[in-house]
């Protein structure tokens, strides 16, 4: 291995699970070119997994072998990196908050950046690009329940707010009713029905 294939596992391998390495995040050690055949070398060897293109993971190793880091961790470190904002799936979304049973089947997630797919193993991830008001609260229930809401359709809305307006937590609910403005005016209008009825 070369140096700067060591010195780039190295630094990698200090990293917390599902941290993603960039080449230009490794720039430090060596030149572009370098640098991109030294990684393209560490996922030959099964040193690093390539998740999309220009960005890798170190697969965590367990009794059973190397497996992808969870699909969780790397998009707390996209999200951490990137600087931009990742959130669950409506589907998902709607699911924990008891609007539907329906569980969804892949792992997919919303972002207000670019979309993108990425490579975990066996599992493909889809960040799929939403509008910026779908991520309006995000990292919050409120944020949650617009997804959810969102991914219900405009048919649902007044339904699963009346049903959001008793299982929301009052700070939250309150929240969502304040976001208003940013939402589509169908959305908006269900939330004000919602919240003269609840």
Known sequence: ???????ILREAREQPEGAVITARGMLHLGSRAAV??????????GHLMRIARGAYVVPVKSRFGAR?????RVIEALTATGGESIAAHGAAAANALGLTSQVPVQQRFVTSGRGKR?????????????????????????????RA??????RHARQAFAKLRK???????????????????????AVSEAGTHG
């Open 118 to 146: 990425l490579s975990l193993g066996a599992q493909t991830l889809e960040i799929r690009h939403v509008p910026h008001w779908q991520m309006a609260l995000e990292g919050r229930p409120a944020g949650d329940a617009i």
């Open 68 to 72: 992808a880091p969870s699909a969780n």
């Open 36 to 45: 991109d055949q030294a990684l393209s070398r560490l996922v030959r060897s």
């Open 1 to 7: 291995m070369t140096s700067t294939a060591e010195s």
């Open 167 to 189: 299982t929301l937590p009052e700070a939250e609910w309150q929240a969502l009713a304040s976001a208003r403005p940013l939402l589509p005016t169908w959305m908006a209008k």
């Open 149 to 154: 809401v969102a991914w219900l359709g405009e």
